[in-house]
């Protein structure tokens, strides 16, 4: 789902008051551990994880990916992997919460780009090095380096193969002004970032008239993205216009009747990996992040419907032009593009 204003503005306003964040600044064990570029670190960190023997890995991807994908670094490894999954906005709540309590549990956080931005600011990630930094592209790598891009999603337009044909789908967003989509469309209720995309790709005035069209054709508005596949999937929704692309692809696999269309503008958002900086595990975290962000991790991605930011390896599915928001410029913003979704959208 996308990032939640009230959360971000929650976790500011705590700083504000003077909340007891138990990150100031990084810890400097951990730090030794993630910015080491030492000749023998890869042994090095590999030994070290398998001795600290576990991880706690807190994440918004759907465990039909991050099941097998912690499963593959533990047969790799030998490390185990505590996984708990949930919806980005309460990966964000998890984390902040424990730090505000002093509770220093988790050692990876993998979840929306904004989501890990804002975490980055107060602090609750670290800087980390790993070589496979130099494989992800400029969009996917902040000056800050608290979070690396491991993912991309795109907001695609999902449609339900036994309702709607390809054929019928217009090439562009504003295709859905025609009368005949009205109560046949769906959105999801947090997709803010999507509006700041097309605002970025068309000027603020098209996208408010084309917003203010979209609400008068009705459409059905719901939280999460992963229920909105699966409403589309159940024929419930006959057409998402602001569909995962991965969540489509991941059940079309399982043989639902669900496939999506690239309809333009596409936009992008990174997708990333951060690393706590309180970690209890901070060798196991980074040689999980190295195994996420390597060719090998990539891969894995892309076997399972899921777009991975890495150069190295490239998705067939990915065959269309989009536009890849920023994270930093999505936090920066937040208040600008929530007001006005919520003037636009879920006021109505």
Request: with cysteine; glycine share 6%; aromatic share 10%.
């Amino acid at each position: 789902m996308g990032w939640q204003g009230s959360i971000i503005r929650c976790l500011f306003a705590a700083l504000a008051l003077g909340a007891p964040f138990a990150l100031a600044q990084s810890p400097d064990k951990n730090a030794a551990v993630y910015l080491y570029e030492g000749g023998d670190r890869s042994q090095r960190l590999v030994e070290r994880a398998r001795q600290e023997g576990a991880l706690v890995v807190y994440t918004s991807l759907a465990t039909s990916e991050s099941v097998p994908l912690t499963q593959a670094f533990e047969k790799k490894y030998g490390v185990k992997v505590q996984l708990w999954r949930s919806l980005s906005d309460q990966v964000v709540r998890r984390a902040l919460n424990e730090a505000k309590a002093r509770r220093h549990t988790v050692d990876v956080i993998e979840t929306n780009g904004p989501e890990l931005e804002a975490l980055a600011r107060e602090r609750l990630t670290a800087r980390f090095f790993s070589p496979h930094i130099a494989d992800i592209p400029a969009w996917g790598v902040p000056a800050h380096r608290m979070w690396i891009s491991d993912r991309v999603d795109f907001f695609v337009v999902a449609f339900n193969t036994a309702k709607v044909r390809r054929e019928e789908l217009p090439a562009t967003y504003e295709g859905f002004l025609d009368p005949r989509w009205k109560g046949r469309i769906g959105l999801e209720a947090t997709d803010q970032e999507w509006l700041a995309g097309l605002a970025r790709h068309w000027g603020e005035k098209r996208t408010v008239d084309f917003f203010r069209g979209l609400v008068a054709m009705k459409p059905d508005v719901r939280k999460g993205h992963v229920l909105l596949s699966e409403m589309v999937s159940a024929g419930e929704v006959p057409v998402s216009l602001t569909n995962y692309a991965s969540n489509a692809d991941s059940m079309k696999r399982r043989e639902k009747p669900i496939d999506w269309k690239p309809v333009e503008p596409v936009i992008g958002r990174p997708q990333a990996i951060g690393l706590a900086a309180n970690a209890p595990h901070p060798n196991a975290a980074l040689l999980f992040a190295d195994f996420v962000l390597s060719p090998e991790g990539q891969q894995l991605f892309n076997s399972m419907g899921r777009f991975p930011s890495s150069r190295k390896v490239k998705s067939e599915l990915v065959a269309f032009p989009y536009l890849m928001l920023d994270p930093v410029a999505l936090i920066d913003e937040d208040e600008k593009w929530l007001k006005l979704w919520n003037e636009l959208v879920t006021a109505k």
